[in-house]
């Protein structure tokens, strides 16, 4: 392995032949910055601090979009998680075939995100993929507090309560999604850009009412 | 409105680059366009529309005996109008099958998730599968429509179910069964009466074979949506 190259960290397995990182040549601040070998807390805590994060941006949803500058650095995590819990909530609740529920749920959550993107893409919207999926997928967390609220108060709640709660969450969910989204859609095609995410929401809102 | 100076300036650029690798490379061009229909913008130019379009369109569904049709998206056939339309409908048959069969009384009831990959596959089949089928016949039989207009055309006619699905929330059977048959009548009156300008130049059989494809196939989509998602419900 020859001296000259400074292969940055992780890489080292993936470049085209098989090298090794030579941890004896490298320099201390190397080392520090090396997050293969952090301890385990410190990632979990870093992607926690930058999920909590995003999701304080979703909670107080902001119109103006310079605010959001931050969000460009997209992450899954958070929507993954948001997605389990609300597949889990719904599909536990349920007396009969709660895995299709599971299921479905979890692929209308990412299939829908990705149809929408490609959507707005389609009608000639300045949307980077992967950005956009992690946006409606934070923006499923007020449904989430709907799903668990619902199933923590089950019994006490009546069919309008319910309706209620859920429009609520709906509405928080589009209006906080809306504003991100609507400034990287095309102009003129704003309503037919913007209407799949309304319909997005809906369906996944609709299911916490049947719980 | 700086979006809209950039896309512009983009797509010049864009055909600019495209104009001059034509020149360049002839040879590569079938290469691309084998699989030119599984990028993103090979379907570009058919997502076209305003809203105002989509509404305009909607609204010439529900008059199915004015052959306007096919003037209205000469040229600009969408493809938002076949796809939305119908992820429209997955969500209201879910929404207002359950809700039909809520019954405050009972205790142990939840919802029926089976309609949604059920009217998924259903309406995606019919709305996708049939005008693909319909257009390899029609041009077997030499009729000039083009193959994005008839996916346009049959996603368009999907729209008379919108209220139709609305109005299933009743439980009264016979009120079921009329609207049933009013949408079967009205969207096979409106895919015949538009299909007929350019179906008139066959000869009568072959005219028949088009149309007995499209009433069967409008048939066996009224009748699931009956039979299916809207069965009797027992109080």
Request: proline share 3%; with cysteine; hydrophobic share 50%.
């Amino acid at each position: 392995m020859t001296d000259n190259q400074q292969v940055p960290f992780g890489s080292g397995m993936f470049q085209g032949q098989a090298k090794f990182v030579d941890y004896a040549h490298m320099n201390q601040q190397e080392v520090q910055v090396n997050t293969l070998d952090e301890p385990v807390m410190d990632t979990l805590l870093r992607d926690i601090n930058m999920i909590l994060y995003k999701l304080s941006y979703v909670i107080i949803p902001r119109m103006k979009e310079t605010q959001g500058r931050k969000l460009r650095n997209w992450d899954l995590w958070g929507p993954l998680l948001l997605s389990l819990l609300l597949a889990m909530t719904l599909g536990i609740n349920s007396n009969q075939s709660s895995d299709t529920i599971f299921g479905t749920i979890f692929i209308i959550m990412w299939g829908g995100s990705a149809v929408i993107t490609v959507n707005a893409k389609l009608l000639g919207g300045q949307v980077s993929f992967f950005q956009s999926v992690c946006v409606l997928g934070y923006c499923v967390f007020p449904i989430n507090v709907a799903a668990v609220l619902i199933t923590f108060l089950q019994s006490y709640l009546g069919f309008f309560l319910r309706l209620i709660i859920v429009g609520a969450a709906f509405l928080w969910s589009t209006f906080s999604s809306l504003s991100f989204m609507s400034s990287m859609m095309n102009e003129e095609k704003k309503v037919i850009s913007v209407y799949p995410i309304f319909l997005f929401y809906m369906f996944l809102s609709w299911f916490c009412i049947f719980i | 409105m700086d979006f809209g100076i950039q896309n512009q300036t983009d797509e010049q650029q864009q055909a600019n680059k495209e104009s001059s690798n034509q020149n360049v490379n002839e040879g590569n061009k079938k290469q691309s366009g084998c699989c030119a229909f599984l990028t993103v913008e090979f379907y570009t130019p058919y997502f076209n529309v305003t809203e105002n379009d989509v509404i305009q369109r909607i609204q010439g569904t529900f008059l199915p005996l004015k052959p306007d049709f096919l003037n209205l998206i000469r040229g600009n056939p969408d493809l938002w109008g076949p796809i939305w339309i119908n992820a429209t409908l997955i969500f209201m048959i879910t929404a207002i099958a359950n809700l039909r069969q809520i019954d405050e009384e009972k205790e142990n009831q939840s919802f029926v998730i089976s309609y949604v990959p059920q009217a998924t596959a259903l309406l995606y089949i019919i709305a996708f599968g049939t005008p693909i089928v319909l257009a390899a016949v029609m041009k077997f039989l030499g009729v000039d429509l083009s193959f994005f207009q008839t996916i346009c055309l049959y996603g368009y006619s999907m729209s008379t179910l919108l209220p139709i699905t609305i109005l299933c929330y009743f439980q009264n059977e016979l009120f079921l069964w009329l609207i049933i048959v009013y949408g079967f009548a009205n969207s096979s009156l409106f895919l015949i009466v538009n299909l007929k300008e350019e179906l008139d130049k066959l000869q009568i059989q072959k005219k028949y074979i088009i149309i007995g494809i499209v009433v069967t196939m409008q048939l066996s989509l009224y009748l699931f949506y009956k039979l299916v998602f809207f069965s009797y419900v027992t109080e």
